[in-house]
């Protein structure tokens, strides 16, 4: 199985700030990569996939990037409503993973 | 749009089994394969099951394969998962889910979900 190393676990930000968070897959999975948004109570949302196509309706200060091993997730400008658990998922091969998960938090 | 509806979570105690179902609306449900993710408290999700647009293929995790079932009916749009000899482990918001369309290939990439349904295996 491909094992997804999501870095940090956790961090403190303000509204306005830029936001990174990394993921290193195990292996090399081209660009087979889809970052989530998940907010308490609800679903993840799927924010981007082939590691740099925005998903319809998420906005454009979302962007990802990388390939191979090593992808980033950046809010260029964290937004209240962004505060959230984020996670990143190879679909390079089955059985598909998830990254342990970053959650955004109120400095 | 998109709509997908778990059904069938609960108590159940160890070793006892527990069947859930998805009824999907919003697309084209045999372009599609169906997938069951779940959820434990304060974990991140872990990928269960597939079963492919024609329900001809299943694969499943380590963690469920030999217990859990996955099946469909497309005549009715909705996905099964059949869930045997479960225990504490399995406790967990159990989501079903579809792929994201690529260039006409549906992806193992979930850009809807349902909302869940919880399954709390304790005794």
């Known amino acids: 199985d491909i094992q997804v190393t999501q870095s940090p676990s956790s961090l403190s930000a303000s509204a306005g700030d830029r936001v990174t968070i990394t993921c290193r897959a195990s292996?090399?999975?081209?660009?087979?990569i889809g970052w989530y948004q998940q907010k308490r109570g609800g679903a993840p949302k799927l924010l981007l996939f082939a590691a740099s196509s925005l998903q319809s309706g998420v906005p454009s200060r979302f962007t990802g990037s990388g390939s191979g091993t090593d992808f980033t997730l950046t809010i260029s400008s964290l937004q209240p409503e962004d505060f959230a658990t984020y996670y990143c998922?190879?679909?390079?091969?089955?059985?598909?993973?998830f990254g342990q998960g970053t959650k955004v938090e109120v400095k | 749009q998109v709509q997908l509806v778990e059904s069938g979570g609960g108590v159940v105690q160890p070793g006892g089994p527990l069947r859930l179902s998805c009824a999907a609306s919003?697309?084209?449900?045999?372009?599609?394969?169906m997938h069951w993710v779940r959820q434990s408290p304060g974990k991140g999700p872990e990928w269960v099951a597939v079963v492919s647009n024609d329900g001809s293929e299943r694969e499943y995790a380590d963690s469920v394969e030999g217990r859990f079932s996955v099946s469909r009916d497309n005549s009715n749009n909705i996905v099964h998962l059949q869930m045997h000899s479960l225990s504490v482990e399995d406790t967990a918001l159990y989501y079903c889910?579809?792929?994201?369309?690529?260039?006409?290939?549906?992806?193992?990439?979930?850009?809807?979900w349902g909302q869940g349904t919880l399954v709390t295996v304790s005794s």
């Open positions: 889910a579809k792929g994201v369309m690529v260039s006409g290939f549906a992806e193992d990439c979930f850009d809807s």
């Open positions: 919003g697309f084209t449900f045999t372009d599609f394969a």
């Open positions: 998922q190879q679909f390079y091969s089955r059985p598909v993973t």
């Open positions: 292996q090399d999975i081209d660009r087979s």
